[in-house]
Nanobody, 125 residues
Framework: VQLQASGGGLVQAGGSLRLSCAAS????????MGWFRQAPGKEREFVAA???????????YYADSVKGRFTISRDNAKNTVYLQMNSLKPEDTAVYYCAARLFGTSRHPHEYDYWGQGTLVTVSS
């Protein structure tokens, strides 16, 4: 699976962005999808995940730090997963990565099979 993340940019605190991750190469609906982020000098951390289509109708999971502000969704017809980010805070500044895991999801980066290249989100105060 090849993953291409896009949609990052510079936004003021309180603003919104929508990230997209386009997948190609395999049956997208069989993959759970996750978003992770990595700020300078910090480890990569879990943001959100959505399960593959055959499990609980694509159930979703969020880090506590983004719950209620971010929404993950997927469009299997377009082979794309989205991350809608609202009420952005300066601490959300990071490179955001999408990842794919066959027949599952996880909060742990090492359990994913494929990664996109990352897109930078910068939130100014």
């Amino acid at each position: 699976v090849q993953l291409q993340a896009s949609g990052g940019g510079l936004v003021q605190a309180g603003g919104s962005l929508r990230l997209s991750c386009a997948a190609s190469g395999r049956t997208f609906s069989n993959y759970g999808m996750g978003w992770f982020r990595q700020a300078p000098g910090k480890e990569r951390e879990f943001v959100a995940a959505i399960n593959w289509s055959g499990w609980s109708g694509g159930s979703t999971y969020y880090a506590d730090s983004v719950k209620g502000r971010f929404t993950i969704s997927r469009d299997n017809a377009k082979n794309t997963v989205y991350l809608q980010m609202n009420s952005l805070k300066p601490e959300d500044t990071a490179v955001y990565y999408c990842a794919a895991r066959l027949f599952g999801t996880s909060r742990h980066p090492h359990e994913y099979d494929y990664w996109g290249q990352g897109t930078l989100v910068t939130v100014s105060s």
